[in-house]
């Protein structure tokens, strides 16, 4: 790999220092990276600071001020003034304890004593009594006095009026919004920062993971090396009228090492790395998708050259018009932001889009043309010899017994992936730790794959002697009709120890790594599968629904090698799947059917016939064998589970 261009590294390494320069916690003085663009974490916005200020304001002003127009005089006062018959109206305001405001207007100005034992001069008073009556009231009107009754408030009614609101508001943010700000990001964001991209930016310093630690994707591997070299060194391209690659799709099954190789290039890459989950866009509000893409992109093209990386992509990279009805959604417009942003990079920008997914089936068609993702990197699960090399890797810092071999361990492994292969060293060592070794033993590494293959042994569980008799016989004619049948796989090992959901299980060691599959071997996988249920038949003459699964797999085979695979001789080379389906109601739940019912029934038939003859077959190799069935059902009814040389031994003495 050539030199970095030192410039661009230093121009990524400032930027990535200005824009996410720690900032000092007041309270405990530690530091913490806000997000560009979120606004200062924790603060009460300030708008509603100055509102209820304000509202305050005029509450204190209503209840201390308000009053001074009529001056409170005491009650003695009050009845001089209503003997001497100087009062001409009164306003009576009552509470909700009976007692009353009274507040009165003279005919003339005069002098009266206040509550302060003070005199005033003034036309109008009021005076506050503990009871209020109607007859009261009749006796005022009595004397010439205009009486008005109105329902007066307190202090704490005007001020849950005026504050009421603005409290409940204020709650519905520190106990809603925080919370889904802490859930989403785990720092606390403010109320209008909804738009803002959640993505998480790396530098090299933060991430320990380099191309060294992936291995079994190889070709991926160069891929994306060169990628690292457009942004680090792109003079070398441009200099011949290469132009940069705007996007790359990583496409693989899950466990297959997409996301690892995302921070392999984010360790490798001596640029700003911005990492997000395709979920992370959508969000409960309209258009706030929409906004954390344009987000998104403007924080990449400020912090060029730089890679941004979006994991499970079908998230919101789904195909238009899935709804019902078509309608224009939130995930959509999410789609068209991102699809817009992406043809908008310019060639200068030094922006690569790099995204990872495990469905690109249902991925739109305008998110996969050249131009937006202009590479697709198909990453499978590896071979012999990819599957050797990452158990090199994941035991490099794990002590091994002498009697490990990691060659025979990646060939008893056919179809696991890479995270499966890390969980098997991981269990291999946790059993070693449970029995205080010092060291992985190949013991533990059987007993490992085992778990992973078949699932934990459920030792709790009680099984009758009969119900015992029955599964040895089951997972018995399983193992005879296999070997006795050309083209089946290996048998690797045989138990009636319940695990899973399994009362037995029969694992098969394939020899090599199929990567197509012939219609002899096809047969051979009904045939075996149905040995269990023809067993039971012969044996006991009477069928359980031990078989369930059994059926199921051996009537799922059958149906795809008449319908997709053209191997079926009445029906021809033509595939009768379900390619075409119902746009509006989603690729995943919607089917038409592109054929007439009477080649419906001709499936049917040569399913069922498929499945008659492969049963048959069964039944002819266990009746002739029907000695060596008890001889292996006894020995698994005594020994639980036997190995790939201890079910070679029983039939060799046949």
């Known amino acids: 790999m050539p030199e970095p261009n030192k410039k661009n590294a230093a121009k990524g390494k400032d930027n990535f220092r200005n824009v996410f320069k720690p900032v000092r916690d007041e309270e405990s003085g530690q530091g913490r990276d806000p997000q560009p663009g979120t606004g200062t974490p924790g603060r009460f916005p300030g708008f509603l600071v100055i509102m209820m200020l304000g509202l305050l304001s005029i509450f204190v002003f209503q209840r201390f001020f308000s009053s001074a127009q009529n001056p409170e005089v005491t009650y003695n006062q009050y009845r001089t003034v209503l003997e001497k018959g100087l009062v001409t109206d009164i306003t009576v305001k009552t509470f909700a304890d009976r007692s009353a405001v009274l507040e009165g207007k003279l005919k003339t100005p005069s002098q009266l004593e206040l509550k302060n034992n003070t005199f005033l001069q003034t036309d109008r008073f009021s005076v506050t009594i503990p009871t209020f009556t109607i007859e009261q009231a009749d006796l005022l009107a009595g004397k010439g006095i205009q009486v008005t009754v109105e329902e007066g408030s307190s202090g704490f009614d005007t001020f849950l009026i005026l504050f009421a609101p603005w409290i409940i508001f204020g709650l519905i943010y520190f106990f809603m919004f925080r919370r889904m700000a802490q859930q989403n990001g785990g720092a606390a964001k403010n109320m209008f920062s909804f738009g803002k991209s959640r993505a998480k930016m790396i530098s090299e310093f933060d991430v320990k993971v380099s191309f060294k630690d992936v291995a079994g994707v190889d070709e991926a591997v160069e891929e994306l090396k060169e990628t690292v070299e457009f942004l680090t060194n792109p003079e070398r391209f441009q200099k011949i009228g290469g132009k940069i690659p705007k996007g790359v799709l990583l496409l693989g099954p899950p466990g297959t090492g997409k996301t690892l190789l995302a921070k392999a290039i984010a360790g490798e890459a001596k640029v700003p790395f911005f990492s997000i989950s395709g979920a992370d866009f ?18 990449a093209k400020k912090n060029s050259p730089c890679i941004v990386f979006i994991d499970e992509i079908d998230a919101v990279g789904r195909s238009r018009g899935a709804g019902l009805g078509g309608g224009h959604d939130e995930r959509e417009q999410t789609l068209n932001q991102l699809l817009v942003e992406m043809d908008g990079f310019a060639t200068t920008d030094n922006v690569i889009l790099i995204a990872a997914t495990n469905r690109p089936d249902v991925l739109d068609s305008a998110l996969l043309r050249p131009g937006r993702f ?23 810092k794990t002590p091994l017994a002498d009697d490990v071999n990691i060659s025979v361990l990646a060939k008893s492994t056919p179809g696991f992936s890479g995270a499966d292969l890390a969980n098997i060293v991981n269990e291999a060592a946790l059993i070693a730790s449970r029995s205080d070794k010092e060291s992985i033993d190949a013991a533990d590494f059987e007993q490992a794959r085992d778990k992973v293959l078949m699932g934990p042994e459920r030792k709790s569980m009680f099984l009758s002697d009969e119900q015992k008799k029955l599964t040895a016989y089951h997972e018995a004619g399983h193992v005879l009709v296999a070997a006795n049948t050309k083209g089946s ?8 120890i319940p695990r899973g959901r399994s009362l037995g299980l029969t694992a098969y060691l394939p020899i090599e790594d199929r990567y197509t599959q012939n219609r002899q071997y096809l047969l051979a996988i009904i045939t075996y599968a149905l040995g269990g249920r023809v067993a039971e038949e012969l044996v006991f003459n009477e069928i359980t629904t031990g078989a369930a699964n059994d059926i199921e797999r051996a009537t799922d085979l059958a149906r795809r090698m008449v319908r997709q695979w053209g191997m079926s001789d009445k029906l021809g080379p033509i595939n009768y799947g379900d390619s075409h389906k119902e746009v509006f109601l989603g690729k995943d739940y919607s089917h038409i059917r592109e054929y007439s019912e009477e080649t419906a029934m001709q499936i049917d038939n040569e399913v069922r016939k498929i499945i008659i003859e492969c049963m048959d077959n069964a039944r002819t190799i266990l009746s002739e064998k029907k000695e060596l069935l008890h001889k292996l059902a006894v020995s698994l009814i005594e020994k639980e589970t036997l190995n790939a040389s201890e079910i070679e031994a029983i039939i060799g003495t046949a």
């Open 374 to 396: 202009d590479r697709q990197i198909t990453i499978d699960k590896p071979d012999i010899r990819g599957r050797e090399a990452i158990l090199a890797i994941h035991t490099r």
């Open 489 to 496: 796989d290996p048998i690797h090992k045989v138990t009636i």
């Open 282 to 299: 959508v969000e409960m509000f309209v258009g706030v998708g929409a906004a954390r893409v344009r987000d998104l992109f403007e924080q």
